[in-house]
């Protein structure tokens, strides 16, 4: 998995590529969230993923709630 995080003066793109599974969620959680705390608009790029379990779901999902917690989208 490999994560890219560009901040503009809009939003904060996260773009992923590879797997986000069991073994790699975590990682992807521990970095999205230290490179856009406080952030309030996150745009999520998804389109290289080429797997995605639901324990990345649940931290997709995890991320969105963060970002609706602090009045912004997702």
Same mark, same amino acid.
């Given at each position: ?7 503009? %003066?809009?939003?904060? &793109?996260?773009?992923? #590529? ?13 970095? @999205? ?11 999520? %790029?998804?389109?290289? &993923?080429?797997?995605? #379990? ?13 970002? @609706? ?6």
């Amino acid at each position: 998995m490999n994560i890219q995080i560009t901040d503009n %003066d809009k939003y904060t &793109l996260v773009a992923v #590529s590879g797997r986000l599974d069991a073994t790699t969620y975590e990682t992807f959680q521990k970095e @999205a969230v230290d490179q856009t705390n406080g952030k309030k608009n996150i745009l999520l %790029d998804l389109s290289a &993923l080429e797997y995605i #379990s639901s324990s990345g779901l649940r931290s997709i999902l995890f991320m969105a709630k963060r970002a @609706a917690s602090l009045c912004g989208f997702f």
